[in-house]
């Protein structure tokens, strides 16, 4: 399986504490050592929204591109796809709520509208080079919606085939999903849709985020998103505890005998030099 460490964009945003760029860029490259070929560095949001992720663009000129590692951005809209291109980012990623009431009263537009709305910076990346994926918060549920219907999260991913993203994932931003739910989604979207390259993204807010990385395994998936030392949640969801930690997968996976290429002692003492 793959594994992309999040910690930086998703765990550092819910931390009180900036840290400082430097400290970020030898993140970045302890995590690099540690086997990772896949890392969300940060997000182009507006500095006042996300002030963590203010000097994402100095992080990504600092570490310039690293041979074999694919570096991604979260954006929200063309402004991001921008940023990227000035500092030298080849990855980003777009993001969607799969709850109604949530991007309607956020955006005031469906879910389906913003990912139409997306097909600009689908536009703008290819003509720089740049990657670009998308993700769906809250597929499973949703403090507003409950239970996402399996229809409303079919044509969210239909709208991003339409502007021409493959790559997709599925974050339970809210941690509401449990096992036999992430199985069956899972493997339904895994078979309607095979041109698609999934990602999962659990947060572990009512303890169920490992086991529903294995029900997401045990269905097919091979991607997923840990935050190394379990940092961080999403400031905009109430009470959306951690990220499922970088640790406690590779745990899983070294005891199950599944490859990740990542070297769990060596992301145990990143986390202590964040935490102290
Ligand atoms: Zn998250």
Same mark, same amino acid.
């Given at each position: 399986?793959?594994?992309?460490?999040?910690?930086?964009?998703?765990?550092?945003?819910?931390?009180?504490?900036?840290?400082?760029?430097?400290?970020?860029?030898?993140?970045?490259?302890?995590?690099?050592?540690?086997?990772?070929?896949?890392?969300?560095?940060?997000?182009?949001?507006?500095?006042?929204?996300?002030?963590?992720?203010?000097?994402?663009?100095?992080?990504?000129?600092?570490?310039?591109?690293?041979?074999?590692?694919?570096?991604?951005?979260?954006?929200?809209?063309?402004?991001?796809?921008?940023?990227?291109?000035?500092?030298?980012?080849?990855?980003?990623?777009?993001?969607?709520?799969?709850?109604?009431?949530?991007?309607?009263?956020?955006?005031?537009?469906?879910?389906?509208?913003?990912?139409?709305?997306?097909?600009?910076?689908?536009?703008?990346?290819?003509?720089?080079?740049?990657? #670009? @994926?998308? +993700?769906?918060?809250?597929?499973?549920?949703? *403090?507003?919606?409950?239970?996402?219907?399996? &229809?409303? !999260?079919?044509?969210?991913?239909?709208?991003?085939?339409?502007?021409?993203?493959?790559? #997709? @994932?599925? +974050?339970?931003?809210?941690?509401?999903?449990? *096992?036999?739910?992430?199985?069956?989604?899972? &493997?339904? !979207?895994?078979?309607?849709?095979?041109?698609?390259?999934?990602?999962?993204?659990?947060?572990?807010?009512?303890?169920?985020?490992?086991?529903?990385?294995?029900?997401?395994?045990?269905?097919?998936?091979?991607?997923?998103?840990?935050?190394?030392?379990?940092?961080?949640?999403?400031?905009?969801?109430?009470?959306?505890?951690?990220?499922?930690?970088?640790?406690?997968?590779?745990?899983?996976?070294?005891?199950?005998?599944?490859?990740?290429?990542?070297?769990?002692?060596?992301?145990?003492?990143?986390?202590?030099?964040?935490?102290?």
């Amino acid at each position: 399986i793959t594994l992309c460490e999040v910690g930086l964009r998703d765990g550092l945003q819910n931390e009180k504490t900036i840290l400082p760029t430097q400290e970020k860029v030898d993140l970045l490259h302890g995590l690099v050592d540690a086997g990772f070929k896949v890392i969300e560095v940060g997000s182009f949001m507006h500095p006042k929204a996300v002030p963590q992720m203010a000097d994402t663009d100095e992080v990504f000129k600092a570490v310039g591109q690293i041979p074999g590692v694919e570096l991604r951005a979260l954006i929200p809209n063309l402004r991001g796809v921008q940023r990227a291109v000035d500092c030298g980012c080849k990855k980003v990623k777009l993001n969607v709520s799969a709850s109604r009431q949530h991007n309607l009263k956020n955006l005031n537009m469906t879910p389906e509208q913003s990912v139409a709305g997306f097909a600009e910076c689908v536009k703008a990346a290819g003509e720089h080079g740049i990657a #670009i @994926s998308g +993700s769906i918060s809250m597929p499973f549920g949703s *403090p507003w919606d409950g239970r996402i219907p399996l &229809a409303d !999260v079919e044509s969210i991913i239909e709208a991003y085939l339409n502007v021409g993203i493959t790559e #997709i @994932s599925l +974050s339970d931003t809210s941690g509401m999903a449990v *096992p036999n739910q992430v199985y069956e989604m899972c &493997a339904h !979207v895994a078979e309607k849709y095979p041109q698609v390259s999934w990602w999962l993204h659990f947060h572990n807010t009512r303890g169920l985020a490992i086991a529903n990385i294995m029900a997401a395994m045990e269905a097919g998936m091979t991607q997923f998103d840990t935050s190394f030392g379990g940092l961080g949640g999403c400031p905009f969801v109430p009470n959306a505890a951690g990220n499922i930690s970088t640790e406690d997968v590779l745990n899983l996976c070294e005891e199950s005998g599944i490859e990740t290429g990542v070297d769990c002692l060596k992301i145990m003492e990143l986390s202590k030099r964040v935490r102290d």
